[in-house]
């Protein structure tokens, strides 16, 4: 059983940033893939980033170029930092680690964008 730990999220003004930080109780390592997924209200969860054991990134169209996806494997926490934020971004964000055929999901932090 993999535990998450998200933190970061809160209230900012459109075209602030903010840095979500999303701690596993194991090695990141041994994760084949962490990544953030929202889900704004009235909508579908969406991914958002997405960082393989390898390194490799994907981003959701909607914030390639304003957010970063990066780990820490010493302090085992993947981190989202978002730039430019609107206020379309507002969501609760959630990390999520994929491990073989299993899935672990943190609780979820509160994005919010004041326009």
């Known amino acids: 059983q993999v535990q998450l730990v998200e933190s970061g999220g809160g209230l900012v003004q459109a075209g602030g940033s903010l840095r979500l930080s999303c701690t596993a109780s194991?090695?990141?390592?041994?994760?084949?893939?962490m990544a953030w997924h929202r889900r704004a209200p009235g909508k579908q969860r969406e991914l958002v980033a997405l960082i393989s054991s390898g390194g490799s990134t994907i981003y959701n169209s909607s914030v390639k170029g304003r957010f970063t996806i990066s780990r820490d494997g010493a302090e085992n926490t993947v981190y989202l930092q978002m730039n430019s934020l609107s206020a379309e971004d507002t969501a609760v964000y959630y990390c999520n680690a994929i491990r073989d055929s299993a899935s672990y999901w943190g609780q979820g932090t509160q994005v919010t964008v004041s326009s």
């Open positions: 194991g090695s990141i390592f041994s994760m084949n893939a």
